[in-house]
């Protein structure tokens, strides 16, 4: 089952925007993780940030997450047409890091040049 | 590197035959892989969770016969797709992680059809 939702189902911006997408979830985790879809394909790995985090930046992405809310929200700044992706927030409650992960339902970006 | 390895990509096939997807890890050694199933614009649901050298761990609703799992070598997981039916058309995808603290690394995923 899910573990969580994500906002917006899909957001459309265009290049050189920032695009925000969130994600909530249930129970406690100890680490959540970002991942990218593009269309027909596999997920990437984008980012993890521990239950003890509340911010990570990788290059244009920043992440936060606020455990007191069970949320996390992924930012992408300066978007680029090649960011056109499905987004994913993925939990891992399991003691072992890199655990089985529990998808949200995933925020469908399109960036347009 | 870890580079994981889904084939076929694509599979069109005729409703009773049975289809076995394969997962491979390139450059590492893969303890547990994970296969998901993917509907259109929906999120990845996990199937089952496979161990090197055990049996697999099925999630609830799963049919253990319908999707058998193997995972004979640190390298290489299958699912098989037994008597397939239209039902089970859908995108399926594995993720494979090493030992000790790595991420999950995915395949590029198999479109399944049957007609």
């Known amino acids: 089952s899910q573990q969580g939702e994500e906002d917006p189902q899909a957001l459309s911006i265009q290049e050189g925007e920032n695009a925000t997408m969130n994600c909530s979830y249930k129970t406690s985790i100890n680490n959540l993780q970002w991942y990218r879809q593009n269309s027909g394909r596999g997920l990437v790995h984008l980012i993890l940030i521990r239950s003890n985090e509340r911010e990570k930046h990788s290059g244009r992405l920043r992440v936060t997450l606020d455990t007191s809310k069970k949320s996390s929200s992924l930012l992408i700044t300066a978007s680029r047409a090649a960011d056109t992706a499905s987004y994913f927030c993925?939990?891992?409650?399991?003691?072992?890091?890199?655990?089985?992960?529990?998808f949200g339902a995933g925020t469908q970006v399109v960036v347009t040049p | 590197g870890a580079v994981v390895s889904q084939h076929p990509s694509w599979v069109i096939c005729k409703s009773g035959t049975s289809v076995k997807i394969e997962c491979r890890s390139l450059?590492?050694?893969?303890?547990?892989m994970f296969w998901y199933r993917q509907f259109p614009k929906q999120s990845l649901m996990l199937m089952a969770t496979s161990n090197e050298g055990s049996k697999a761990t099925y999630e609830q609703g799963v049919e253990k016969d319908k999707f058998l799992i193997n995972h004979a070598s640190l390298t290489l997981s299958t699912l098989t797709v037994t008597s397939a039916h239209p039902e089970d058309s859908s995108f399926y995808i594995c993720s494979a992680r090493g030992t000790g603290r790595q991420p999950q690394h995915f395949g590029d995923g198999t479109r399944l059809s049957i007609l």
């Open positions: 993925a939990t891992d409650a399991t003691t072992d890091s890199w655990g089985k992960l529990q």
């Open positions: 450059d590492f050694q893969a303890t547990t």
